[in-house]
């Protein structure tokens, strides 16, 4: 089996790849495991890259023979990100998306020249939070948080498809659905969300996060 490695923000996003992602990646020949970002005294969060250069350093010098990607929130990088200020100048969340992949991309390869980083290293960020996967299915959310689906549905006729919810303090996808319910949870009710959703849906649904899935099959 194919053999990647993520570094991930938290324990939202690990339990998310442990339980949602790897066993779907798993059935098309992909092992899948998933680290949290790490610093001494510290454990996920403060998403700077001074920080995660680190473990993408120490993942890609293990082993030549496996893979390293990220899954990170745009609405957490810090701005010492690479990319980050030419991403905030973008009005489009894809064009956001692809500048900070290019030139993390980048950043990585003069960093860690030596280590085939270019093949093997697979940036990605969630536009603009991993929660924004579960708007993918309105029914779904709405049923497992209490709510009705009609303010579900008023979030993604404002917005336009999920990867376009934004990331302002008051708007991004985690906030509004800490807003619209006081039974969502970040990690035990959107893992149950994200299960019952599943990745098919979440592929049709989000074209960034489907670019993704699909380099990670390859």
């Known amino acids: 089996m194919n053999e990647i490695y993520a570094i991930v923000e938290g324990p939202t996003e690990q339990n998310f790849i442990e339980k949602v992602l790897a066993p779907y990646l798993g059935e098309r020949n992909v092992a899948l495991y998933a680290a949290i970002l790490r ?7 403060d998403v700077k890259f001074s920080r995660a250069r680190n473990d993408i350093g120490k993942f890609l010098k293990q082993r030549a023979d496996t893979q390293v990607t990220l899954m990170l929130d745009y609405y957490g990088i810090r701005k010492d990100w690479p990319g980050y200020g030419e991403s905030k100048q973008q009005t489009t969340h894809t064009i956001k998306h692809s500048v900070l992949m290019r030139e993390t991309q980048r950043e990585v390869q003069r960093i860690f020249p030596g280590e085939n980083s270019q093949l093997r290293f697979i940036p990605y960020f969630s536009m ?11 029914a779904e959310l709405a049923r497992n948080i209490g709510v ?21 303090r008051d708007t991004a996808p985690s906030k509004r659905l800490e807003a619209l319910s006081t039974r969502f949870r970040k990690t ?19 074209p960034l996060f489907n670019q993704w899935i699909t380099r990670l099959e390859a």
């Open 128 to 138: 603009h939070e991993i929660e924004a996967l579960y708007f993918c299915d309105p």
């Open 188 to 206: 035990s009710t959107g893992l149950t969300i994200a299960t019952r959703i599943g990745i098919p849906a979440m592929r049709a649904a989000c």
């Open 148 to 168: 009705g689906q009609a303010e579900i549905d008023a979030v993604i006729r404002e917005c336009g498809e999920p990867e376009k919810i934004n990331d302002r």
């Open 39 to 45: 610093k001494p005294g510290e454990n996920g969060g």
